[in-house]
């Protein structure tokens, strides 16, 4: 009996040890249950949510572009792209196979897709295909099933209406680099575009605008059931330029099949009223990325299309320049507007001839005269009287010799020379016969288009210090523009000749006359060589620029003005081998300078 009562209580004991085991065990569980339920319940929560909640980024529209009358020069158009989200993709091949089932891609295409995936992160959306059509979109919808982790995004293309007319301003649009990312949502997301030149860059923070975001429902298939919560984000800003668009289409439509720049300016507020480079390009090619075939086009076109020359094309001014020369020789009283020299077709400098373009010479010449027949002579004597460092002065003063400070990237500062210049660059002496050639704006002087319209405008406004822009401001008012201190006198003692260069009988420029109801122009030539003439070829006088190879012919100048008595408007036109600024720069020039006058009187 003992035995049973021992075996009895041992089993008992046992018993109750196995029952505080299982009751120890199921506290434990109760508690860990607790936990996550009550402490931690918000975290699975979240978790369980991501699940079945898609986040996506909601790009804003980005600012369009407009000129001064309100005419859309860059803007946005309806765009549909089917992306995809690795991570929601069981099988990549297989819905790779499907998709293509439906949109066929090509083995460049589909291998760039793959490469995307295989480096980006697997939530990160890839673009598979855009510019989807109608049929295209509901077919894929149709086949979502079949499709896991693909979807329809509808986004935004740039577009450019007026194409290769404002291309070498606004710039283009294009993908966005992984050094343009940065962490920011927005530029991750598939296809989005950033400016890459022109103003779209240098106004890419206004016009991007502030990205959105939609919280979205989805089913296993990834399927969209609903959405949950929406932030549209800021729409880009738009922008209004001081370009007239007719004026523009003109200006470069008055280029024909001729290479070169214009530029035209208010001459009170340096307000940009057209600026033309061609050849140009139409920025649309890039808005989808260009084909190898159209950018090679583009690279191996020898009047390069894509430079923009009004202000990365640096040209030796030429003739044009002895406006700032004149002005210079006045301010510093080297000459006066009586003082003459006599022109006979050549100059002796020590051992060096330097030749005037009239062979023959033209005669006893004051300034005004000089800047109407463009004597060479006359300018070689004042600039050796006046020196380099004067004449670097006032073309400091008139804009010349440094960037302009327009909104575009890859502007040039051209050259204005001078004793230090050459002593640094070179490591010597400034010579007299270099100040003789600079006397005529050649030499080392250069200048791009935009520079000299510049120098222009402050000349014939009265000498103030007009900085050319694209946007209106405030502060471009004359009044709080800085005044040059150059004399009212000197100013018209150069805009007599400059009339005369136009008007009178025998000017360089006469046969780009014009009169609208008493309104005319006032301007200076100029033909810059761009190889050295030999002393045979000066001799034979046989060789003429329009016979030789394009490249090796003389650069074609014209700045002008009007109207006369009350300017309001320069214009700098450059032809490159154009091979004479009195028979082909100068006429350009008219007939822009003649539709402006004519879009004013509208």
Same mark, same amino acid.
């Given at each position: 009996?003992?035995?049973?009562?021992?075996?009895?209580?041992?089993?008992?004991?046992?018993?109750?040890?196995?029952?505080?085991?299982?009751?120890?065990?199921?506290?434990?569980?109760?508690?860990?249950?607790?936990?996550?339920?009550?402490?931690?319940?918000?975290?699975?929560?979240?978790?369980?949510?991501?699940?079945?909640?898609?986040?996506?980024?909601?790009?804003?529209?980005?600012?369009?572009?407009?000129?001064?009358?309100?005419?859309?020069?860059?803007?946005?158009?309806?765009?549909?792209?089917?992306?995809?989200?690795?991570?929601?993709?069981?099988?990549?091949?297989?819905?790779?196979?499907?998709?293509?089932?439906?949109?066929?891609?090509?083995?460049?295409?589909?291998?760039?897709?793959?490469?995307?995936?295989?480096?980006?992160?697997?939530?990160?959306?890839?673009?598979?295909?855009?510019?989807?059509?109608?049929?295209?979109?509901?077919?894929?919808?149709?086949?979502?099933?079949?499709?896991?982790?693909?979807?329809?995004?509808?986004?935004?293309?740039?577009?450019?209406?007026?194409?290769?007319?404002?291309?070498?301003?606004?710039?283009?649009?294009?993908?966005?680099?992984?050094?343009?990312?940065?962490?920011?949502?927005?530029?991750?997301?598939?296809?989005?575009?950033?400016?890459?030149?022109?103003?779209?860059?240098?106004?890419?923070?206004?016009?991007?605008?502030?990205?959105?975001?939609?919280?979205?429902?989805?089913?296993?298939?990834?399927?969209?059931?609903?959405?949950?919560?929406?932030?549209?984000?800021?729409?880009?800003?738009?922008?209004?330029?001081?370009?007239?668009?007719?004026?523009?289409?003109?200006?470069?439509?008055?280029?024909?099949?001729?290479?070169?720049?214009?530029?035209?300016?208010?001459?009170?507020?340096?307000?940009?009223?057209?600026?033309?480079?061609?050849?140009?390009?139409?920025?649309?090619?890039?808005?989808?990325?260009?084909?190898?075939?159209?950018?090679?086009?583009?690279?191996?076109?020898?009047?390069?299309?894509?430079?923009?020359?009004?202000?990365? #094309?640096? &040209?030796?001014?030429?003739? %044009? /320049?002895?406006?700032?020369?004149?002005? =210079?020789?006045? *301010?510093?009283?080297? $000459?006066?507007?009586?003082?003459?020299?006599?022109?006979?077709?050549?100059?002796?400098?020590?051992?060096?001839?330097?030749?005037?373009?009239?062979?023959?010479?033209?005669?006893?010449?004051?300034?005004?005269?000089?800047?109407?027949?463009?004597?060479?002579?006359?300018?070689?004597?004042?600039?050796?009287?006046?020196?380099?460092?004067?004449?670097?002065?006032?073309?400091?003063?008139?804009?010349?010799?440094?960037?302009?400070?327009?909104?575009?990237?890859?502007?040039?500062?051209?050259?204005?020379?001078?004793?230090?210049?050459?002593?640094?660059?070179?490591?010597?002496?400034?010579?007299?016969?270099?100040?003789?050639?600079?006397?005529?704006?050649?030499?080392?002087?250069?200048?791009?288009?935009?520079?000299?319209?510049?120098?222009?405008?402050?000349?014939?406004? #009265?000498? &103030?210090?007009?900085?050319? %822009? /694209?946007?209106?401001?405030?502060?471009? =008012?004359?009044? *709080?523009?800085?005044? $040059?201190?150059?004399?009212?006198?000197?100013?018209?003692?150069?805009?007599?000749?400059?009339?005369?260069?136009?008007?009178?009988?025998?000017?360089?420029?006469?046969?780009?006359?014009?009169?609208?109801?008493?309104?005319?122009?006032?301007?200076?030539?100029?033909?810059?060589?761009?190889?050295?003439?030999?002393?045979?070829?000066?001799?034979?006088?046989?060789?003429?620029?329009?016979?030789?190879?394009?490249?090796?012919?003389?650069?074609?100048?014209?700045?002008?003005?009007?109207?006369?008595?009350?300017?309001?408007?320069?214009?700098?036109?450059?032809?490159?081998?154009?091979?004479?600024?009195?028979?082909?720069?100068?006429?350009?020039?008219?007939?822009?300078?003649?539709?402006?006058?004519?879009?004013?009187?509208?």
């Amino acid at each position: 009996m003992n035995r049973d009562n021992d075996k009895g209580k041992m089993l008992l004991q046992r018993a109750l040890v196995v029952a505080v085991v299982f009751f120890m065990l199921l506290i434990s569980l109760i508690g860990r249950l607790y936990f996550l339920q009550v402490y931690q319940g918000d975290k699975y929560k979240m978790l369980a949510d991501e699940n079945r909640i898609s986040t996506r980024v909601i790009v804003p529209p980005r600012g369009s572009i407009y000129d001064r009358n309100g005419v859309v020069l860059a803007t946005n158009e309806q765009n549909f792209q089917a992306l995809i989200i690795a991570e929601q993709t069981p099988d990549i091949d297989k819905t790779l196979n499907n998709f293509k089932k439906i949109i066929p891609l090509t083995e460049d295409d589909e291998n760039k897709i793959r490469e995307k995936i295989k480096y980006s992160r697997k939530f990160v959306p890839i673009k598979l295909q855009d510019n989807l059509s109608w049929n295209e979109v509901a077919t894929l919808l149709l086949n979502a099933p079949d499709l896991p982790g693909i979807f329809i995004s509808e986004g935004l293309n740039r577009t450019y209406p007026l194409g290769e007319y404002t291309a070498h301003f606004l710039g283009y649009v294009g993908a966005v680099s992984e050094t343009d990312a940065k962490d920011n949502p927005l530029l991750m997301v598939p296809g989005f575009k950033i400016g890459k030149a022109g103003l779209e860059k240098q106004f890419e923070h206004d016009l991007r605008g502030q990205g959105g975001s939609v919280k979205l429902e989805v089913n296993a298939y990834g399927r969209i059931m609903k959405e949950i919560e929406r932030n549209n984000g800021i729409e880009g800003k738009s922008i209004y330029l001081t370009i007239d668009s007719r004026l523009q289409k003109f200006a470069q439509d008055a280029f024909g099949d001729n290479s070169g720049a214009a530029v035209v300016l208010d001459v009170h507020s340096g307000e940009i009223l057209a600026f033309v480079s061609v050849p140009s390009f139409d920025p649309n090619l890039f808005t989808n990325g260009i084909s190898h075939k159209d950018w090679n086009a583009l690279l191996n076109n020898e009047r390069n299309p894509l430079t923009n020359k009004a202000i990365a #094309g640096q &040209y030796s001014p030429g003739s %044009t /320049f002895k406006i700032v020369v004149a002005l =210079a020789a006045l *301010e510093a009283g080297v $000459i006066d507007e009586d003082t003459t020299f006599n022109c006979t077709g050549a100059m002796q400098l020590g051992n060096h001839i330097f030749h005037c373009w009239k062979h023959y010479g033209h005669g006893t010449q004051n300034v005004v005269d000089a800047l109407k027949n463009s004597c060479d002579i006359f300018f070689y004597e004042v600039a050796l009287q006046l020196g380099i460092e004067k004449i670097a002065d006032m073309a400091h003063r008139l804009g010349m010799g440094q960037p302009t400070g327009v909104s575009l990237d890859n502007e040039k500062g051209g050259l204005i020379p001078d004793e230090a210049w050459k002593m640094a660059r070179y490591g010597e002496k400034w010579q007299q016969g270099e100040s003789v050639i600079a006397g005529i704006g050649q030499g080392y002087v250069l200048a791009t288009p935009l520079q000299l319209v510049t120098m222009l405008a402050r000349v014939v406004n #009265g000498g &103030y210090a007009v900085s050319p %822009t /694209f946007m209106k401001l405030d502060l471009q =008012a004359k009044g *709080e523009i800085k005044k $040059i201190k150059i004399s009212r006198h000197s100013i018209d003692i150069v805009k007599k000749g400059m009339f005369e260069v136009v008007n009178a009988q025998r000017g360089t420029a006469g046969s780009a006359k014009f009169d609208i109801n008493g309104m005319k122009m006032g301007g200076k030539t100029g033909t810059t060589q761009v190889r050295r003439i030999s002393m045979e070829e000066r001799r034979q006088g046989i060789i003429k620029d329009e016979d030789l190879p394009w490249r090796l012919r003389n650069h074609a100048l014209f700045v002008g003005y009007a109207p006369q008595d009350k300017p309001k408007y320069a214009v700098a036109v450059v032809v490159e081998h154009g091979s004479s600024g009195s028979g082909v720069a100068a006429p350009i020039a008219s007939k822009i300078l003649q539709e402006a006058i004519k879009l004013d009187i509208e």
